[in-house]
Nanobody
Framework: QVHLAESGGGLVQAGGSLRLSCAAS????????TGWFRQGPGKEREFLAG????????YHADFVKGRFTISRDNAKNLVYLQMNSLKPEGTAVYYC??????????????????WGQGTQVTVSS
């Protein structure tokens, strides 16, 4: 069992930055791939970034490459999402999740079995 709690969301102007944190509890966290997703109003939940359990491989959605960076600190049971150059269309609830099924690029949301409650990010224009 893994419990996840996101933090760091808030209101930011377009072009600004935020760093989201995902605090995890549970024995399997440090040996599981972790991802960040978001869900905007009336939209489906979409993949943003994923990181393997070791942190050696990361994957980012094309529309966030160069702006968002995922990282993790297994000693502290934390995963981060650094978000720069935020856009108004980035207004959404942001979720972290832990993978329970194999997905080679970490993009498949159906491979994730543990989800946090989410943190709201609002980007004003």
């Amino acid at each position: 069992q893994v419990h996840l709690a996101e933090s760091g969301g808030g209101l930011v102007q377009a072009g600004g930055s935020l760093r989201l944190s995902c605090a995890a509890s549970g024995r399997s966290f440090s040996t599981s791939a972790t991802g960040w997703f978001r869900q905007g109003p009336g939209k489906e939940r979409e993949f943003l970034a994923g990181i393997t359990w070791s942190g050696h491989r990361t994957y980012h959605a094309d529309f966030v490459k160069g702006r968002f960076t995922i990282s993790r600190d297994n000693a502290k049971n934390l995963v981060y999402l650094q978000m720069n150059s935020l856009k108004p269309e980035g207004t959404a609830v942001y979720y972290c999740a832990v993978q329970i099924l194999y997905s080679d690029t970490l993009r498949n949301k159906r491979a994730y079995g543990y989800w946090g409650q989410g943190t709201q990010v609002t980007v004003s224009s």
